[in-house]
Structure formats: structure tokens, C-alpha cells
């Protein structure tokens, strides 16, 4: 199904323009070769564009693909049909216009929080001085000048991954990509993250792909929520736009009557892909939507 063919429920849906995306993914096709020497088709036909400075969250069951995407933008997969573009021109290898936050950090432990930010920098060759300056620049914009001689082991969940998201920022990419980049803390400190994710991104307003479970905070982050099928052979079923105002702050955001509605709107697309999801781990098919 093309993108302007899918439901324009709620807020309505919304798709960016391929000519001027900063990540388009045309007919995508990504199929994984099993160690029985059968197949898995992951995802198929994805046609998805996401535009300089906008912010796009990718919703869907367990196991239909989100990070899979991520990875193609990435240049991590290759696909087996289609093609993906970075600003119009055609990605061959690793993306290097991109930053890749995931949802597990992965700083050294042996290193300080001031060295695992800097060492970002040493592929790009700038100098020890200049590196260590910009590093204590990127750790106070999140909050941590006072956390600069710790190490990881000495932060807390939501500290580790302020230092990621430092660490990854420090090399200024054009894209982010954020992969459940939240999911391991708890309620209080996802919804700081998320409000400290958004005032550094509305900085500079760089194009942003962001896959999570949790569709109140897709909501309350993004300028659209793209929602993904049940696998196998997963493929985008709805594109929302979310007409809520900026600046937001996560808390306040999801009181506003405006956001049950877009809420309410995207679920019912969701909810039945999440129960084919569900059915399809129980070893059965669901009967005229039923749920399970």
C-alpha cells in the first residue's frame, strides 16, 4: 500500500517529501538467511522519508522490524530490494552523516565519563586540547559537569545515558538514530530524558528516527508516528501527524485533551497489529479482529 493510501485517522497522516529527505527508504525489502538455509523476510515494500529537522517515531509490535530500519538508515543492513537515500544521494556502506544511539549504552569502563565523550572524537583527529574542551561542553549542555571524573559504574541509569547521548551528539551528525535509546529507566527519569532530548533538539532541529514500545512517549516527542505491521514481512500500515505545539514538556503534553485524541487515533491502528503479534506467538490466527 503507498504511503498516501493509508489511513488518515486522528491527527491525520502525514508523509515528508522524498525529494528533499534526509533519510528515504523507496520499496525496501530486508531478508535474513536462516541457519536452516531457509529465509526471513524482516520487512517488505517500506516506502518511509523523513525530512531535515523533522522527528519521526516508528511504533509497532514486537519483532516487525522497527530497529531493522534504523539499521538500513544506518547502512548497518543492506537491502535486499529497494533502495535507501541520505540527502538524495544513494547510501552505499555506513552512514556517516548519522549518530546511533541504542537502547543499550555502550560506554568503556575503564574510561571516565569526560573520556568516553572525547574519545568520539579521535576519528575525526581533533586535538587532545580542543577534544577534552568540547567534551566538558557537551556534558554540562546534559547536565553532568559535575559527573565529568566518573566512571559508569559510578552513574546512575539515566546519567549513563545522558553520557551516551553526549558522546553521540559531540560529533554533530546530520541524522539521529535512536533505538529504544529510553527503554531501561524507570517512568520519572524517560520522561527527563525525553524533555532534555527535545530542548537539545530543537537546538539545531536535526532529523530524527526513534523506535519505541511506548507510544505515549512517540507522541508527546514527535512531529509523526509512523506505525509498522505484525511480522513477518512487515510493512507500514499508518503515518500520523502529531498537530500538538512546540516547545512541549513530556508531563504537561500528555494532560492536554489534544493528545488523548491523536492517542486514541493511532492506537486503533496499533492495537490491531499488536494482536496479530499476540496471536501469532500463541500459535493461531485471529477470527474477524477478535481480540486474544
Known sequence: MELQDRPQAGAGAAAGSPDGAAVALAGVDITFHLADGGRYQAVKGIDLSV????????????GCGKSTLLN????????????????GKPLVGLNRRAGYLFQQDALMP???ALDNVKVALEPMGV???EAAQRAREWLA?????????????MLSGGQRKRVSLAQMLIRNPEIILMDEPFGPLDAQTRQIMGNLLLDLWSRDRKA???VTHDLEEAIALSDRVVVMSAGPAAGIVADYRVALPRPRDIA???LEKAFHEIHRDIWSSLRV??????AMGEGRELVGGDAP
Do not use: C, N
Not at 51 to 62: D, R
Not at 72 to 87: E, K, M, N, Q, Y
Open 72 to 87: 538500513a538508515a544506518a547502512g548497518l543492513l543492506a537491502p535486499s530490494a529497494g533502495r535507501v537515500g541520505i540527502f
Open 141 to 153: 549542555r546534559v547536565g553532568l559537569s559535575a559527573f565529568v571524573d566518573r566512571y559508569p559504574h
Open 51 to 62: 525530512s531535515p529537522g523533522e522527528f519521526v517515531s516508528i511504533v509497532g509490535p514486537t
Open 208 to 210: 530524527l528516527m526513534f
Open 127 to 129: 586535538p587532545e586540547r
Open 273 to 278: 497489529e499488536v494482536q496479530k503479534a499476540y
Open 252 to 254: 504537561d503534553i500528555r
Open 110 to 112: 575503564w574510561k571516565t
